[in-house]
């Protein structure tokens, strides 16, 4: 039986992937889950024979089934390509016991590309198989890393558009430089007088303009989204864990059929989801190990069963992680609740009207699989100088959190199981911080420029080529635009006034 793509939220009629692809959100704002969980079928010693672009296609055809071989494969080609600095694409390091499963070897250096690099494909192909012939224009709105990603996998993609938009002033000057040289004559890049709420909110209500989506229609564009709640972001995401997996046994570390812990740290829930999808195909993975920082809602609700968001946002060293709503949980409480779309519904209206939601006794026990832990700034901040000491191998300060949690966890339990740690981003990419842990002294006086250089010396690294080229690329994009006037920002980058 092909999969189909059906609501968390309703018993609405199931879609296929490529329709799931085109809308990102079920019409009744549930996510799409696939009817079934495709097993791995061929054996594991096969698997860790093929290379990256391989195991994509034995992974993600399984989930796409409309899709025919040649338009998956040239997706995959498409994307896992010289974009990404190894020929590895996700390659695992040994340091410390552990295994870093570095996702940070595209374009952007963090692991948001892992799928922003085929989502831009993945798409078009959808829109092509479904009779849309209208421009797909992707509209994000960005705290800093998502806008570039997404704009590095669409940039010069046929029949695509992207318009980011990001708080002016809000952004680090590194991510403000990254965005601004954004080269590709699709991609356009709006400076908002205001907060990511504002730019987040006029984006969402763009969405929902269908007075805005007939105008542009008539003139052949239509809006789309890059959202982490994309299954065609998710389904990528899979691959990476069975490719560990695979580059564990090709080098003899694991026999086949050997478990493994995979410990994830975690904002949106989408990176840690992949990973239970990994499991829940058949890979063997005995505990996913969901990390948490301060902003510890994931740690609180694995403990208790209740999901709280009333709390303080804390901001930390690891903002990419500094959420209070993981949306895509909504597709594990689904899971767990013994896939019932009244009872997801249920827990997602309380959770949007009271703040919060409990589940039941059973669906805990459902949880197994998983184990909640979180490390505080402090405890981020010596595991990568402790490690750092030990071995000379420098990690990010996302990373960091996982590491700091995996260790604890080892030191706690005496669990001595094979442990995978997903390593979101490049160290350079979070430099400040970084020196800020291993050489605090040298931090004070320096440019952002300075750091970079300092930590090539620590990490004995060559800078990647996604930080050199910023320091003397040309700025491309200027516009500034207040947040009322974003639709007409929109018109005018499309022509159409
Ligand atoms: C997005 C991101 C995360 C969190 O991943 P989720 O899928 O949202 O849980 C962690 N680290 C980095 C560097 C990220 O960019």
């Given amino acids: 039986m092909p999969i189909l793509y059906k609501s968390t939220r309703s018993d609405a009629p199931a879609v296929t992937a490529s329709k799931a692809i085109l809308k990102g959100l079920s019409p009744d704002g549930g996510l799409y889950v696939p009817t079934e969980m495709p097993k791995l079928s061929k054996p594991l010693e096969e698997l860790a024979a093929m290379d990256y672009r391989e195991l994509a296609y034995e992974i993600m055809s399984k989930f796409l089934c409309d899709f025919t071989e040649e338009e998956l494969l040239s997706c995959i080609a498409a994307a896992y390509d010289s974009k990404f600095d190894t020929e590895k694409i996700a390659p695992l390091v040994k340091k410390d016991g552990a295994y870093y499963l570095e996702l940070f070897h595209g374009s952007t250096i963090a692991f948001k590309d892992m799928a922003l690099s085929i989502l831009p494909h993945l798409m078009v192909t959808s829109a092509r198989k479904n009779g849309v012939t209208n421009e797909i224009v992707i509209l994000t709105a960005t705290s800093g890393d998502t806008g570039k990603a997404a704009m590095a996998g669409f940039a010069n993609v046929p029949g695509t558009r992207i318009i980011v938009f990001y708080p002016k002033g809000g952004v680090s000057n590194i991510q403000y430089l990254q965005m601004a040289t954004q080269r590709g004559d699709n991609t356009h890049v709006v400076a908002i007088n205001g907060n ?53 046994l090709a080098e003899g570390e694991i026999k086949a059929g050997d478990k493994i812990n995979i410990t994830v740290p975690t904002g949106n829930f989408g990176n840690i989801l992949a990973a239970y999808y990994a499991k829940q195909m058949g890979l063997p993975v005995e505990k996913l190990i969901c990390a948490s920082n301060e902003n510890k809602v994931l740690f609180d609700f694995f403990a208790t069963g209740e999901y709280d968001r009333k709390r303080d946002f804390i901001l930390t060293s690891s903002p990419s992680m500094d959420i209070l709503i993981s949306s895509n949980l909504e597709r594990l409480i689904y899971k767990v609740a013994g896939e019932d779309s009244k009872a997801n519904l249920a827990f997602m209206k309380s959770l949007t009207e009271k703040g919060e939601y409990e589940i039941t006794p059973e ?4 949880l197994a699989d998983f184990y909640g832990g979180f490390a505080t700034e402090q405890e981020n901040y010596a595991g990568i100088r402790e490690l750092y000491e030990k071995t000379g191998y420098v990690i990010d300060t996302h990373t960091g959190i996982g590491n700091a949690v995996y260790r604890r ?70 516009t500034v635009a207040d ?14 006034i």
């Fill in 483 to 496: 947040p009322e006037a974003m639709p007409d920002a929109v018109r005018k980058i499309l022509g159409v």
């Fill in 409 to 478: 966890y080892a030191a706690k339990t005496g669990d001595r199981t094979p442990a995978v740690i997903a390593s979101t981003a490049s160290p350079y990419k979070f430099a400040v911080s970084v020196v800020g842990a291993i050489a605090p002294e040298m931090v004070e006086g320096r440019t952002d420029f300075e750091l970079l250089d300092v930590l090539s010396e620590i990490a004995k690294m060559e800078e990647p080529a996604a930080i050199t080229d910023i320091r003397t690329a040309p700025i491309r994009h200027r």
């Fill in 363 to 366: 669906m805990k026990a459902n």
């Fill in 196 to 248: 990511f709420d504002d730019a987040q909110t006029a984006v969402k209500k763009m969405f929902n303009d269908r007075e805005m989506a007939a105008e542009l229609a008539s003139k052949g564009f239509q809006f789309s989204s890059a959202n982490s709640i994309n299954i065609g972001r998710l389904v990528p995401q899979i691959v990476y864990y069975v490719y560990a997996y695979c580059q564990m």
